[in-house]
């Protein structure tokens, strides 16, 4: 592909010769000829000009013997330029043998159904879904155009995906809640979970992770929303939009979560507490209590960041502060038992 024609894709500016042939895409330090890279920061410009890439991506013009294409987001074009040169290859649409189909299921066009497919009664999948082997999609539930599900994924009964919705290898969706209550022997009881899985368009659940039906009602997943490897959703929580829950974060019951919220690796959030719009917990946060819009926590349990941040910093210092007041004790119970005489 030209490299004018790849300026033309991502609606840049071109800087240089137009004319050189792209094969492919690299990061900064990989970019060789024929390469086109992305400059996130003015600080690698000096990496940029040791490499032989024939074209960068820029937000402003840099002093650089390389061709650029100026573009609001560098990172964003990179990423639909990635898209364009290695397109994920899909198998050729249609049911397999092997694949098990229940009664009145209603499949849309050019929707792939692959070997060990397991369909359940009245299930509906529209048009261009994909869906790899060993799936297994109980009765009635519902999936929208352009979703892919991995393999081995599984839709519990009742389950409803919107639309372009990617599941990940081994991803749960619908399994019962954790909800139990004791009995008059002291034994563990179980509460029937008659709720179902609501997730909307454009969502991405990692592999292996799980987001468990309501007891009553709908746990809900809402539109543009990604959840990385191993995450658990408990029953009943609802996810705003476009939220980013990464690798081994865990919500318990009945959470609520406003649009726009990021939880970073292995942050727990308590039951029943609710995140504003735009919240940011740090890395192994635990969030006990609600918190208001627009505020980034850390700590467990989780406390503003900046007080976080002196928390942490007085911690290694602990130790020896004790011992000064263990010191200091000491030097007062001296004088208080040996007063001064006068």
């Known amino acids: 592909m030209k490299l004018e024609k790849v300026a033309e894709l991502v609606d840049g500016k071109l800087i240089g010769d137009g004319s050189l042939e792209i094969s492919g895409l690299r990061g900064i330090e990989q970019a060789g000829e024929g390469h086109v890279t992305f400059l996130s920061k003015k600080k690698f410009v000096d990496v940029l000009n040791r490499s032989q890439t024939s074209a960068v991506l820029v937000k402003e013009e840099v002093d650089t013997h390389v061709c650029q294409i100026i573009v609001a987001s560098p990172e964003l074009a990179f990423a639909r330029l990635l898209r364009e040169f ?19 299921v209603k499949l849309g066009e050019q929707v792939t159904l692959s070997a060990g497919v397991y369909i359940g009664d009245n299930v509906e999948i529209a048009d261009h879904a994909h869906l790899y082997p060993g799936v297994v999609v109980g009765d009635r539930c519902r999936i929208g155009s352009h979703s892919t599900l991995y393999p081995n994924v599984t839709l519990y009964r009742d389950t409803e995906l919107g639309c372009r919705v990617i599941l990940h290898a081994g991803v749960v ?16 009881y179980k509460i029937s979970q008659i709720g179902r899985v609501v997730i909307e368009d454009d969502v991405e659940i990692g592999a292996n992770s799980c987001v468990d039906r309501a007891a009553m009602g709908t746990t809900l997943i809402k539109q543009g929303t990604k959840i990385d490897n191993l995450v658990q959703v408990a029953h009943n929580c609802t996810v705003g939009e476009h939220s980013i829950l ?13 649009h726009h919220v990021v939880l970073a690796g292995q942050v727990g959030v308590a039951d029943h507490v609710t995140l504003g719009d735009q919240v940011t917990l740090t890395a192994r946060s635990a969030a006990l209590r609600n918190i208001e819009s627009n505020k ?14 002196k928390y942490v910093t007085v911690l290694p210092k602990l130790p020896d502060l004790a011992r000064k007041v263990r010191d200091l004790e000491a030097r007062l119970n001296e004088i208080e038992n040996n007063p001064p005489s006068r």
């Open 246 to 258: 990464v690798a081994q974060v865990g919500l318990a019951g009945s959470c609520t979560l406003g």
């Open 296 to 309: 980034v926590y850390g700590g467990s349990p989780a406390v503003p960041l900046g007080e976080w941040k």
């Open 173 to 188: 969706i619908g399994a019962d809640g954790f909800g139990y209550t004791l009995d008059e022997k002291g034994a563990h």
């Open 86 to 104: 290695h397109p994920e290859s899909r198998p050729m649409p249609g049911v397999h043998d092997r694949a098990m189909i229940g009664k009145n």
